[in-house]
């Protein structure tokens, strides 16, 4: 079974804080996704990486930054958390062989509440 | 653009009914199409999807989805519900970037 694991399951900051949330798939997966989940809106893609140093924009870039150093782990963070950064955000990773195809698996998310 | 709509953000069905969750897409090319399901405090995890193979697809826990091109539509269906189906579904489409676009959910309430 593919495993996807994030650090924490639930995360309180205060406004102005760096914070980095972690990921780490075991499966080799080439892809890496991070999107954020808020009620009524859906998932949202942040960023994603098709290779390890590799990083492209989501739709909601701002405020994140990424970190991909090695292909199992993928970080995402934010540089001055702001209050409407509270949010769900969830990792993703497949394989990497037909994008367009691919499924994507997902950690179980980790809470973020910026105070 | 590719884009997904589901109807109804919250539907509720009895136990032993038909669960019909609704989802429209739109795409300027051939669509690939997926359900996604979050059970409570979870991430989310592949029910099925379309690929243009079958427009008929199964998927686990008895969930299944077809592809209606003339309707633009990718439904899910369950003959009979179970209470263990609540949860939250997704559906979602692959666009031209190689990204999967999500609808914004539909919750699913089973009541006794």
């Known amino acids: 079974d593919v495993k996807v694991t994030q650090s924490s399951r639930y995360l309180v900051k205060r406004t102005g804080e760096k914070v980095f949330l972690e990921c780490v798939q075991d499966?080799?997966?080439?892809?890496m996704f991070w999107y954020r989940q808020d009620p009524g809106l859906g998932l949202r893609l942040i960023y994603f990486?098709?290779?390890?140093?590799?990083?492209e924009k989501g739709d909601i870039p701002e405020g994140y930054s990424v970190s991909r150093e090695k292909k199992e782990r993928f970080s995402l963070i934010l540089e001055s958390a702001s209050t409407n950064q509270t949010s769900m955000y969830l990792c993703a990773s497949s394989f990497g062989l037909a994008v367009r195809t691919d499924t994507q698996y997902f950690g179980p998310g980790t809470r973020l509440t910026v105070l | 653009a590719q884009s997904v709509t589901q109807l109804g953000s919250h539907v509720s069905v009895s136990e032993g009914a038909l669960v019909l969750l609704r989802c429209n897409y739109s795409s300027s090319v051939p669509p690939y199409l997926f359900w996604y399901v979050q059970y409570p405090n979870q991430g989310l995890q592949l029910l099925l999807k379309?690929?243009?193979?079958?427009?008929l697809v199964k998927g686990i826990n008895g969930f299944e989805a077809e592809f209606k091109k003339s309707e633009t539509s990718f439904h899910l269906t369950k003959p009979s519900a179970h209470m263990s189906d609540a949860a939250e579904y997704f559906c979602?489409?692959?666009?031209?970037?190689?990204?999967?676009?999500f609808g914004k959910g539909t919750r699913l309430h089973i009541l006794p």
């Open positions: 379309y690929t243009s193979a079958a427009t």
């Open positions: 990486s098709y290779d390890v140093k590799m990083k």
């Open positions: 499966m080799d997966h080439e892809n």
């Open positions: 979602a489409v692959s666009d031209l970037k190689d990204k999967i676009i």
